[in-house]
């Protein structure tokens, strides 16, 4: 499709989305048993359980609320920790904005409701491709979602069965799933030579992040890094 194309929002835009997301989200799914196991663990009922992914939907901020979770639940301080967790999406959803605006803001923000870090790469690659169709971007996040709260449910009804008779994610290599993705995404993401800088500041900086300061900091400065790096390279650059 021509890059000077209307942008549109089409019901086939949302199949091919979820289409092309069914493998990528059988994968997250192993992390979204993961999380209906440790949820079942923590005392959370079946359709607690189902209704945090489904409301939450953020697999960081899930676990990280199940790792802070005793009796009384620290409402304030899982409520914060997913706050900086997140924040990363403030940067995310808004280069998505030249394919959003134009499609008006219930689906806007239907879509971004859904975003997740694996549909966002996809989708930004598809717009950079040249797609125009951004009902692309809610057919990846409901690929996402639907194996996301399904796999919550089957880990919170059978996770310890599976986990017993298949043994630690580690064996099969599949805790690499997550990385393994995202390296592909990242391959596909890639331009030219000019996104080795802002690339190499967020990375460096993400690194620096994770090692020397506590919780979830790391991804917002190492976002906030290397965007402000790529916003200087494209206003400055020959």
């Not at 199949?15 to 959370?44: D, S």
């Not at 030249?98 to 997740?116: C, D, E, H, N």
């Not at 991804?219 to 494209?234: A, E």
Request: hydrophobic share 55%; charged share 10%.
């Amino acid at each position: 499709m021509k890059a000077n194309a209307p942008i549109v929002f089409t019901f086939a835009g949302v199949c091919a989305g979820y289409r092309r997301t069914v493998p990528l989200a059988a994968g997250v799914a192993i992390f979204g048993i993961v999380f209906g196991l440790v949820a079942g663990q923590k005392g959370l009922s079946l359709l607690e359980s189902a209704l945090m992914s489904a409301l939450v939907f953020a697999g960081a901020s899930q676990i990280m609320a199940m790792d802070l979770w005793t009796s009384p639940a620290p409402i304030v301080a899982a409520s914060l920790a997913a706050l900086v967790i997140n924040m990363r999406y403030l940067l995310m959803t808004a280069a998505l904005a030249p394919w959003l605006k134009p499609v008006g803001p219930l689906r806007a923000y239907g879509s971004i409701f859904l975003t997740a870090d694996e549909n966002w790469a996809m989708s930004i690659a598809e717009f950079r491709s040249g797609g125009r169709d951004a009902g692309f971007l809610l057919g990846t996040g409901l690929a996402l979602w639907t194996f996301w709260v399904s796999s919550t449910i089957l880990g919170r009804t059978s996770g310890e069965l599976i986990l017993a008779y298949v043994g630690s994610p580690e064996r099969f290599g599949l805790d690499f799933v997550a990385t393994a993705v995202f390296a592909a995404l990242l391959a596909n993401m890639w331009r030219d030579r000019r996104d080795l800088l802002p690339w190499a500041a967020a990375a460096i900086v993400g690194i620096l992040g994770h090692e020397f300061l506590p919780g979830f900091w790391y991804l917002l400065l190492g976002g906030l890094v290397g965007s402000l790096v790529g916003g200087i390279r494209d206003v400055y650059r020959p």
